[in-house]
């Protein structure tokens, strides 16, 4: 799924590229941005890195042949693979939060939401609320794999899996690994 994705994003890359070449008076590069933002905030590391090594081949060539508007070719490849690389730091930083608030245990009381209101079990309803990769990803962590060790397994990005468990943790209403472990047998029930 991950390599669909990054071919899908090449071609719009090369998508752009033929529309930069025949429109040579018009600069159309910035429309680049789009697949390569994507890129770098959905794929794993190796993949975004495939896909802005084509971008910046596909910025090369239409430095290239576009000869009357090169500075300003220069400075919009420049300005798109640099936003494109923020936007990378942005995602990874992110995920790293994400994952590290997992662990995370509230000090407070009050910040943990009670599991019922009206004294009724819920949290049936809240096992049958995750989707089936929820589910999947929730088991093998429970297991104690790691989200690299989950994504290769489940041939998905580790930030992928980082999502997946961050959603779980809210619909099961959980703030930690321990808990989700402690819902194991829970989660072993039929979806």
């Known amino acids: 799924m991950e390599l669909l994705f990054a071919g899908l994003c090449v071609a719009l890359l090369g998508a752009v590229l033929v529309a930069e070449m025949l429109t040579p008076d018009v600069v159309v590069g910035a429309f680049a941005l789009l697949p390569l933002l994507a890129a770098m905030w959905v794929l794993s590391s190796r993949l975004a890195m495939l896909v802005a090594i084509v971008a910046t081949l596909f910025f090369g ?7 009357a508007n090169r500075m300003t070719e220069i400075l919009l490849s420049v300005a798109v693979l640099a936003t494109a690389f923020m936007g990378r730091l942005y995602a990874t930083g992110l995920a790293s939060v994400l994952s590290s608030r997992r662990h995370m245990r509230p000090t407070i009381k009050s910040w943990v939401t009670p599991a019922t209101l009206d004294g009724t079990d819920r949290s049936s309803y809240r096992l049958e609320s995750l989707t089936r990769r929820e589910l999947e990803v929730s088991r093998l962590a429970a297991e104690g794999y790691s989200a690299a ?39 072993d029930t039929p979806h």
């Open 149 to 187: 060790e989950i994504g290769r397994r489940l041939n998905i990005g580790a930030r992928t899996v980082e999502s997946h468990l961050a959603s779980a943790y809210s619909k099961l209403r959980i703030r930690s690994r321990l808990e989700l472990i402690r819902m194991v047998t829970r989660l």
């Open 61 to 67: 060539a239409a430095f290239a042949v576009d000869s």
